[in-house]
């Protein structure tokens, strides 16, 4: 019996697992999606992995987010037959290891505002850090970088939360989101198995 009941906890945690221990970045943190943020410092030592979550934030009409390939990214070139995302809240899934690079195809954002950014996405089990650059062309002002990591929260945003890309009033560097926090979810899930096999 107790072997049975240990299976079934080590097979729901092994299902849950990935989308409960899953990141979502904020891109520019603050500032979200716009020009003339540094986003190469904004990627340096952040370690993003299969299962993460990408969050572009940025006024819908604005700016858009465009996945090119390397040598596009260099050259701020989007191809015609890929179609931006356009939402203000585009969420990118990092489902595979390897060099992403993004960028906002609107007029010149990427050539004169440095609107673009690239990433380097480990294995979930990978253990070493990982190094993500944004090559810079030109110079652009540098913003404070802060390490905003949130789980997914069970619920979208409502209407009344703040646009992402408005400054905030405090000189708070960080955020965490308190709903269902890694360890929360993992915690109701225990307690919840734990009585029905009492």
């Not at 989308?19 to 979200?32: H, N, T």
């Not at 299962?51 to 191809?79: I, Q, S, T």
């Not at 990433?119 to 810079?136: A, E, F």
């Not at 979208?156 to 960080?174: F, I, L, N, Q, R």
């Amino acid at each position: 019996m107790a072997s049975s009941q240990l299976f079934i906890i080590l097979a729901v945690l092994a299902i849950f697992a990935p989308s409960i221990l899953a990141k979502d970045f904020v891109v520019g943190d603050e500032q979200g999606w716009t020009v003339k943020i540094d986003y190469e410092a904004w990627a340096k030592g952040k370690q993003f992995n299969v299962g993460d979550n990408l969050l572009f934030k940025y006024p819908p009409g604005a700016h858009n987010v465009v996945e090119v390939k390397e040598n596009e990214f260099k050259e701020c070139a989007a191809p015609s037959s890929t179609k931006p995302l356009i939402s203000g809240k585009d969420v990118i899934k990092l489902d595979s290891p390897g060099k992403r690079w993004f960028i906002c195809s609107v007029g010149k954002h990427c050539q004169m505002g440095n609107q673009k950014v690239a990433i380097n996405v480990q294995s979930s089990s990978s253990s070493s850090s990982s190094s993500s650059s944004t090559p810079s062309a030109s110079p652009s002002a540098s913003s404070p970088s802060s390490p905003i990591e949130s789980n997914p929260s069970p619920s979208p945003p409502g209407p009344s939360d703040p646009s992402p890309v408005t400054p905030s009033p405090s000189k708070s560097v960080a955020t965490r989101s308190t709903v269902g926090t890694r360890y929360g979810w993992w915690m109701v899930i225990i307690d919840s198995l734990w009585m029905l096999m009492a």
